[in-house]
């Protein structure tokens, strides 16, 4: 798939090329979504919305190889919004496709210890250690979809870890 060529028929009005760009990458898309929601239906509003944005907001792409990084930022963005107006607390679970119910269901015990140890942070620690380790994404990604500097998330992803090693013991102890 050419990012670039695709990105400029985006530009040109093409709603198929956009629709193919999102198509190639939905199911990162969807796990990102649904890490800061928590749950199918809010994860498929905001991928929603942040397909009308693109649509709407394609032109004032500088970079066409940024594609999937700016979008992704716009995803986030959509997300943290939508919880702020909610007020919701941000829950994280894997993905699972319906044919996994069986996992499912083992599984929530282990999303529920998680959510207890995370909950002793802040919520930028939290975030940045969800999309380090539940995601499993880069410092420089998670810098450019939370638009703060590289060495801020290596921060809050060393404080995080410090402040959970210190709770619930570690290395040492």
Not at 12 to 35: H, P, Q, T, V, W
Not at 89 to 96: C, G, K, M, N
Not at 145 to 156: A, Y
Request: proline share 1%; glycine share 6%.
């Amino acid at each position: 798939m050419d990012v670039v060529r695709l990105v400029k028929k985006a530009k040109r009005g093409s709603k198929d090329a956009l629709m193919e760009l999102i198509l190639a990458k939905k199911d990162e898309m969807y796990r990102l979504a649904y890490a800061y929601m928590g749950n199918q239906h809010d994860a498929m509003d905001a991928l929603e919305e942040m397909i009308v944005r693109l649509y709407e907001n394609i032109g004032q792409l500088k970079k066409e190889e940024s594609f999937y990084s700016w979008s992704k930022t716009i995803l986030v963005n959509i997300c943290k919004t939508t919880l702020r107006k909610q007020k919701k607390q941000v829950l994280v679970d894997e993905w699972h496709s319906s044919h996994e119910e069986e996992r499912i269901h083992q599984d929530a015990g282990q999303h529920l210890e998680v959510q207890e140890m995370l909950s002793i942070l802040n919520e930028t620690q939290k975030e940045a250690i969800q999309l380090k380790y539940i995601l499993d994404l880069d410092y420089q990604t998670i810098a450019k979809m939370t638009n703060v500097p590289l060495g801020t998330v290596k921060s809050r992803v060393f404080q995080g870890l410090k402040k959970l090693k210190d709770h619930f013991g570690g290395e040492g102890r």
